[in-house]
């Protein structure tokens, strides 16, 4: 049985998330957890919430709480949120653990043995207003890149060039809006990535199937330039892990914590270790090690394009460097980024349809359907809520919900709700099976490559194969010449009910768990269309469901264009 290690890019605490980070990790990771478990794979599916750094403590503060109380908070608003989109985690950690703590300070102190650790005086913002040192997500202004207004000291949101804050034109404290800022001499750990770039390199270059979005961008950082270059992992911070050389001290260093981007990326090891010690499973390292079982493990990462480079080069350095055998990611799938409406989705501006809203207005396949199969996987891609409300309307509602109620309210009049026997299958019907067969291996094949646009489009054709056979089959009016040859119409069809439920859950398990209720049987992966077609035998018992998707009117949905049309406030 395949073995299969999954994470999702873990999301920040500050606040809740949008639409556009969504589908740029934990969807399309929740996607590919639920495909490979229908295909019997065991699957250890992680995420968690990324809690420390300045965005923690910088949102702490304008909600008036400690930055602990406030992390605990949203951590479980987050977690809330993933069970209400479905988000099949096997468990979703928090970066502040104590298990992340251990291990970000035994890698640390790893990474120093091997001298991938250096000490470094280096200048710092300080502002007087503030009374401390600001690092550099603390600190705004102007890029100097593309002129955002907004870029920050670490990285421009907007064009995503890597910042020092001293870079910024015009900077100020996103504490005060000081801009009686001075700089100031203090001392900081860096990992010498640099000297590992040889090894880095040679590791990019032999993933050979990775998307490109993934390599170029890896690429990029390891060559444009002076190259790769150090990073620090240190900041002047209160909310942290403290710096620690494994279990001992380290001298200079009293008063500092990790940087997030250090620790963050180790909580997906650290996760698993929660995972268990919270009696979820046994025995981690048998996914993470590569000398306790790892080597079986095929490792596949989830996240949006802005998280690529420390996915690619900073946590494999700290991997690598460490000298212990701990499993590398096997396959890393990046996303562009979904916009909204004419815009950006922006957590730090709130602008856009925020998690909650969603589920507020929608239940959550609609989202799923719609994002997924609209995944930014080769270029940036927009919402709006035309396209929407259409997309809606055509796939879900006209196309898979009329047909799963055509079929059994005919079903119910002419028969009952059990399912007809008498007449035979003939040439409609064989021609259908070699149809879906082959579309039921293509669509396989796009999931197994997480081509999720490609797999959502054949999973469309194969609910509107079924669509047409209907319509050309036209049982309602064969019923009046030929009541069997209607019955095994209406057969064939109500088979296609399961059928389709095993194939769509990956995507809308819910309306797949609803399908699959309906016809009394778990949504289960078929092994084949011809196995899949003869799952219901005459005179088993079904149920007409409910309206599984209500059509979105233009009312509503100029109702919601104007709602989300602003700022989240």
């Given at each position: 049985m395949a073995r299969i290690l999954i994470t999702s890019a873990i999301p920040y605490i500050n606040g809740i998330k949008h639409l556009g980070n969504l589908v740029g990790s934990q969807l399309p990771a929740d996607l590919y957890a639920r495909y490979m478990r229908a295909r019997g794979a065991e699957v250890l599916f992680?995420?968690?919430?990324?809690?420390?750094?300045?965005?923690?403590?910088?949102?702490?503060a304008k909600a008036g709480k400690p930055v602990a109380e406030y992390c605990a908070e949203m951590h479980a608003v987050q977690a809330e949120l993933a069970r209400g989109f479905r988000l099949s985690f096997d468990h979703f950690g928090r970066s502040s653990s104590p298990q992340n703590h251990r291990l970000t300070q035994h890698f640390a102190g790893r990474l120093a043995e091997a001298g991938l650790i250096r000490e470094v005086s280096e200048k710092q913002v300080?502002?007087?207003?503030?009374?401390?040192?600001?690092?550099?997500?603390?600190?705004?202004?102007?890029?100097?890149?593309?002129?955002?207004?907004?870029?920050?000291?670490?990285?421009?949101?907007?064009?995503t060039k890597q910042l020092d804050p001293t870079d910024l034109i015009n900077p100020r404290s996103a504490i005060s809006g000081s801009t009686d800022l001075e700089v100031r001499e203090t001392k900081h750990l860096?990992?010498?990535?640099?000297?590992?770039?040889?090894?880095?390199?040679?590791?990019?270059?032999?993933?050979?199937?990775?998307?490109?979005?993934?390599?170029?961008?890896?690429?990029?950082?390891?060559?444009?330039?002076?190259?790769?270059?150090?990073?620090?992992?240190?900041?002047?911070l209160d909310w942290g892990i403290p710096v620690r050389k494994g279990d001992a001290d380290w001298p200079g260093m009293e008063g500092k914590v990790f940087y997030v981007?250090?620790?963050?990326?180790?909580?997906?090891?650290?996760?698993?270790?929660?995972?268990?010690?919270?009696?979820?499973?046994?025995?981690?390292?048998?996914?993470?090690?590569?000398?306790?079982?790892?080597?079986?493990?095929?490792?596949?990462?989830?996240m949006g394009k802005d998280n690529v480079p420390f996915h690619t080069l900073s946590f494999p350095a700290t991997i690598l460097g460490s000298g212990e055998p701990w499993k590398l990611v096997d396959y890393i799938k990046s996303f562009n980024y979904l916009n909204y409406d004419g815009g950006q989705f922006s957590t730090s501006q709130g602008r856009g349809v925020f998690m909650d809203q969603a589920l507020e207005i929608l239940p959550a396949d609609y989202w799923r359907w719609w994002l997924l199969s609209h995944a930014p996987e080769t270029s940036d891609t927009e919402f709006t809520w035309e396209a929407f409300q259409q997309d809606v309307n055509k796939d879900l509602a006209d196309v898979l919900g009329n047909f799963v109620s055509r079929i059994t309210k005919f079903c119910r009049s002419k028969f009952g709700e059990t399912v007809p026997e008498g007449g035979?299958?003939?040439?409609?019907?064989?021609?259908?099976?070699?149809d879906l067969q082959a579309r039921l291996d293509r669509y396989a094949a796009h999931m197994d490559a997480i081509d999720i646009r490609k797999a959502a489009a054949e999973l469309r054709a194969i609910w509107v194969a079924g669509n047409e056979y209907l319509q050309a089959a036209g049982p309602w009016t064969v019923f009046k010449e030929d009541p069997a040859r209607a019955a095994a119409i209406t057969r064939f069809a109500l088979n296609l009910i399961p059928f389709y439920a095993g194939l769509s859950s990956p995507f809308i398990p819910d309306a797949a768990?609803?399908?699959?209720?309906?016809?009394?049987?778990?949504?289960?992966?078929?092994?084949?269309?011809?196995?899949?077609?003869?799952?219901?035998?005459?005179?088993?018992?079904?149920?007409?469901?409910?309206?599984?998707?209500?059509?979105?009117?233009?009312?509503?949905?100029?109702?919601?264009?104007?709602?989300?049309?602003?700022?989240?406030?």
């Open positions: 992680l995420c968690a919430t990324d809690e420390h750094g300045t965005p923690a403590e910088l949102a702490a300080y502002s007087h207003a503030d009374g401390r040192f600001l690092p550099d997500r603390y600190i705004e202004g102007t890029c100097p890149n593309c002129g955002y207004e907004k870029a920050r000291g670490d990285q421009c949101e907007n064009c860096y990992l010498r990535q640099s000297a590992m770039r040889d090894q880095l390199s040679a590791w990019i270059d032999s993933k050979t199937d990775w998307p490109i979005l993934t390599t170029s961008i890896a690429r990029k950082w390891l060559n444009d330039g002076d190259g790769l270059q150090d990073r620090g992992i240190t900041r002047d981007w250090f620790d963050a990326p180790i909580e997906y090891i650290a996760c698993a270790a929660e995972w268990v010690d919270a009696g979820k499973g046994s025995d981690w390292e048998r996914w993470w090690r590569t000398d306790k079982g790892a080597e079986d493990v095929r490792y596949v990462q989830f035979a299958y003939g040439d409609q019907e064989q021609a259908l099976i070699a768990a609803t399908m699959a209720g309906a016809m009394g049987v778990d949504p289960a992966w078929p092994d084949s269309a011809v196995a899949a077609l003869h799952a219901l035998p005459p005179g088993h018992a079904f149920t007409v469901p409910e309206v599984m998707f209500a059509k979105i009117a233009d009312e509503t949905r100029a109702e919601w264009q104007a709602r989300f049309s602003g700022v989240r406030s």
